[in-house]
């Protein structure tokens, strides 16, 4: 792994959209979580990228800015073998929590049935603990 450019782990905690890849090719916008340097991306049999994963696990993920009113553009590419790991409550509502704020009850109903008990069939969670992990600064002051 390269020296990091900017402040990776602080960039990552912002509710930003990545952009996964997996054989194909295709590329699908995902929401992440990351935590213990890993994305954790959730799924369900709904999703024809979960298929991909698990037939090749080999897939990339970049999360990146570009504001050109403040000049900052960031980049995260992340490379590595996916693993499928069972649904965790916990992670989902720490994810769904950065995306759509702390309050469950402004939550649309869909996001809040993510989080039953037992949770929803064919929920499972994607990892993609980076065997590379590239960051840019292209950043520019205005």
Same mark, same amino acid.
């Given at each position: 792994? @390269?020296?990091?450019?900017?402040?990776? *782990?602080?960039?990552?905690?912002?509710?930003?959209?990545?952009? $996964?890849?997996?054989?194909?090719? +295709?590329?699908?916008?995902?929401? =992440? #979580?990351?935590?213990?340097?890993?994305?954790?991306?959730? @799924?369900?049999?709904?999703?024809?990228? $979960? @298929?991909?994963? !698990?037939?090749?696990?080999?897939?990339?993920?970049?999360?990146? %800015?570009?504001?050109?009113? @403040?000049?900052?553009?960031? #980049?995260?590419?992340? /490379?590595?073998?996916?693993?499928?790991? *069972?649904?965790?409550?916990?992670?989902? /509502? !720490?994810?769904?929590?950065?995306?759509?704020?702390?309050?469950? %009850?402004?939550?649309?109903?869909? =996001? !809040?049935? =993510?989080?039953?008990?037992?949770?929803?069939?064919?929920? +499972?969670?994607?990892?993609?603990?980076?065997?590379?992990?590239?960051?840019?600064?292209?950043?520019? #002051? !205005?």
């Amino acid at each position: 792994m @390269t020296e990091p450019a900017f402040d990776v *782990d602080g960039f990552l905690a912002r509710p930003l959209t990545a952009r $996964l890849t997996t054989n194909g090719p +295709t590329v699908r916008p995902v929401w =992440y #979580q990351w935590e213990d340097g890993a994305f954790w991306m959730f @799924t369900g049999p709904w999703a024809k990228w $979960l @298929t991909r994963v !698990r037939t090749e696990p080999s897939i990339a993920l970049i999360v990146d %800015t570009c504001d050109l009113e @403040t000049g900052e553009i960031l #980049q995260v590419i992340a /490379h590595g073998q996916a693993e499928i790991s *069972d649904w965790d409550v916990a992670r989902c /509502h !720490r994810m769904l929590a950065r995306y759509l704020g702390d309050d469950e %009850t402004s939550w649309p109903e869909d =996001y !809040r049935a =993510y989080l039953s008990e037992p949770p929803m069939e064919g929920l +499972t969670w994607v990892r993609l603990p980076p065997e590379k992990l590239i960051s840019n600064d292209f950043s520019f #002051q !205005r």
